[in-house]
């Protein structure tokens, strides 16, 4: 019910711009977030924005440096990541939010390494 893609392998401080593409049910009138998981670990809010695109929420370790966005036409919700860090090498994930537990898609790589 939702396809994220646009991970890559990438040096610090490099940028990212990852896209996710969700069916209307999951999308629609709901606000949408990124995850991101790494092995052992919970998988951990990383941005939340409203249906209307009006407001947003970044957890503490991304702000001034991601930016949460969404195409309301499309069903699209994105994620532009820059002066990214090796501690943000995890799979990211889009869901709603709250998550619709049947809706979590396979994610996608994010790796940061020089």
């Known amino acids: 019910q939702v396809v994220e893609s646009g991970g890559n392998l990438v040096q610090p401080g490099g940028s990212l711009r990852l896209s996710c593409a969700a069916s209307?049910?999951?999308?629609?009138?709901?606000?949408m977030a990124w995850f991101r998981q790494i092995p052992g670990k919970e998988r951990e809010v990383v941005a939340v924005?409203?249906?209307?695109?009006?407001?947003?929420y970044y957890t503490d370790s991304v702000k001034g440096r991601f930016t949460i966005d969404r195409d309301n036409a499309k069903y699209t919700v994105y994620l532009q990541m820059n002066y990214l860090k090796a501690e943000d090498t995890a799979v990211y994930y889009c869901?709603?939010?709250?998550?619709?537990?049947?809706?979590w898609g396979q994610g996608t790589q994010v790796t940061i390494s020089s």
């Open positions: 869901n709603s939010n709250p998550p619709t537990l049947w809706a």
């Open positions: 209307r049910r999951i999308f629609n009138f709901r606000p």
């Open positions: 924005i409203s249906w209307n695109n009006n407001s947003t």
